[in-house]
T-cell receptor, first 116, second 115 residues
Framework: AQKITQTQPGMFVQEKEAVTLDCTYD???????LFWYKQPSSGEMIFLIY??????QNATEGRYSLNFQKARKSANLVISASQLGDSAMYFC?????????????FGTGTSLTVIP | DGGITQSPKYLFRKEGQNVTLSCEQN?????MYWYRQDPGQGLRLIYY???????QKGDIAEGYSVSREKKESFPLTVTSAQKNPTAFYLC??????????????FGSGTRLTVV
């Protein structure tokens, strides 16, 4: 079974509007971390936001927020007030266990296009 | 400034040739990783290492080899046994057992094309 599933290959959003990128995960480990990365066309991976499995509140970082629904095993990324520079690939990732050196599992990504 | 350097940025290989991709970090990170990225498939783990002179296979290790002789360096060799090596290769590093919100630091990638 896939550890991370991203079901939206491509998304479009109007500039200044909000957009939600979906991510579901599968793990039996009670301790895990969920990450979102942005990959512009240049190829670099940019860390956006983190949510720990024991965190009670949804994570927020500026215009990014993570809608964490533990019972549904979903960790959707919400981008508010979209900007043209948000056009990129977005990857959801999970790391299981306490060791921060454990491998990440990545989804297949969502390509976001912001329309002026 | 600390970071991860991958070189070269673009690499062309003839069929049947081995090529080595370089990954160097000056972050004093213990763990290093190699991922392969193909369109529509996300990132898949090739090899990783959490300590010098030790490394483990990831999900798609066949046709690849690595070494970890120094903490700072984790080169990846794409051998002629790799049937479809054309892809984007990303190197990453991480510290072990620190605050849990700490993720990977990535290099800028190497795009390998077989000609």
């Amino acid at each position: 079974a896939q550890k991370i599933t991203q079901t939206q290959p491509g998304m479009f959003v109007q500039e200044k509007e909000a957009v939600t990128l979906d991510c579901t995960y599968d793990t039996s480990d009670p301790s895990y971390g969920l990450f979102w990365y942005k990959q512009p066309s240049s190829g670099e991976m940019i860390f956006l936001i983190y949510q720990g499995s024991y965190d009670q509140q949804n994570a927020t970082e500026g215009r990014y927020s993570l809608n964490f629904q533990k019972a549904r095993k979903s960790a959707n990324l919400v981008i508010s007030a979209s900007q043209l520079g948000d056009s990129a690939m977005y990857f959801c990732a999970m790391r299981e266990g306490q060791n921060t050196g454990n491998q990440f599992y990545f989804g297949t990504g969502t390509s976001l296009t912001v329309i002026p | 400034d600390g970071g991860i350097t991958q070189s070269p940025k673009y690499l062309f290989r003839k069929e049947g040739q081995n090529v080595t991709l370089s990954c160097e970090q000056n972050l004093n990170h213990d763990a290093m990783y190699w991922y392969r990225q193909d369109p529509g498939q996300g990132l898949r783990l090739i090899y990783y290492s959490q300590i010098v002179n030790d490394f483990q296979k990831g999900d798609i290790a066949e046709g690849y080899s690595v070494s970890r002789e120094k903490k700072e360096s984790f080169p990846l060799t794409v051998t002629s046994a790799q049937k479809n090596p054309t892809a984007f290769y990303l190197c990453a590093s991480a510290r072990l057992y620190i605050q849990s919100n700490y993720g990977y630091t990535f290099g800028s990638g190497t795009r390998l094309t077989v000609v």
